[in-house]
C-alpha cells in the first residue's frame, strides 16, 4: 500500500518536510483538496498542538488553523497565557477530505482509519523534528492516532499521557467541537479547553524545574 512514508525525504528538516509533502500522493485525499496543508510554527517549539486536518478555509490558504475553529483556538490559547507564535500547529491528515454540501458547499467528512495511517508519517517525522516537550491532541482522531486507538476523550479529556514520541501527551476538546456544541454548554466547553491547553503550558514550566 502507498502511504506518505513512500514520499518522505532523506533531509527531515521541516522546509524539506514541507517542500515533500506538497507532492503527497500517499492516498486519495490529495485528488479533492487544494494543496497540502503543512505544519506551521517554531522549528524548535516545546509546544506542539495536533488538529484532525485542514478545513475548507485551511485547505484554500495552505496554512492551518486559520477558519472559525482556528479564530476559537487563538482566544483559547490567548486566556490560557500561550502566543500562537511559540507553539507548533498541525494535523494528523494534510488534506482537506470533504463532501458536497448545498450550494457548493464543502462539508467536513472524517478521515478514515485508513487515511489517518497513511499520512502519519508526515506527523511523526514532524514531532521528531521538532521534539516538543508536551503535545496537546485537539479531538479524538489526533488522540487515536497517537495516545490510544479507542481512547475516550469525555473520559480522558485534560489528562497526561507519555510516549515513545513525545514525554507528555494530552488529549482535549477539538476547537470545533466546542463551536458545535449546544448554547448552553459552549461556555464551560470553552472553559474545558482553555483549563487543558493551561495545564499543558504548565507542564512545560514545571518540566523545567527539573535537575
Ligand atoms: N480543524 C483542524 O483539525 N485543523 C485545522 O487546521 C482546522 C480545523
Ligand atoms: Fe499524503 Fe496525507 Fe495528503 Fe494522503 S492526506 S495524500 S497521505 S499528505
Known sequence: MTTAADFLPLDTGLPSLRASADHCRGCALHEHAT??????????????????????????????????????????????????????????????????GRQGMRLHATPNTTEVLSCLPWLKAEIETVRPRVLVCLGRTAARALIHPSLSLAQYRGTLFTSQLVPHLMPTLHPAAVLRAPPALRESAFADLVHDLATAADTLTQDQDLP
Open 35 to 100: 494543496q497540502t496543508v503543512f505544519g506551521q510554527g517554531r522549528a524548535d517549539a516545546e509546544l506542539m498542538l495536533v488538529g484532525e486536518q485542514p478545513g475548507n478555509v485551511e485547505d484554500r490558504r495552505g496554512t492551518p488553523f486559520v477558519g472559525p475553529a482556528g479564530q476559537l483556538l487563538d482566544q483559547a490559547l490567548d486566556d490560557a497565557g500561550i502566543r500562537r507564535g511559540d507553539v507548533y500547529l498541525t494535523n494528523v491528515v494534510k488534506h482537506f477530505k470533504w463532501r458536497p
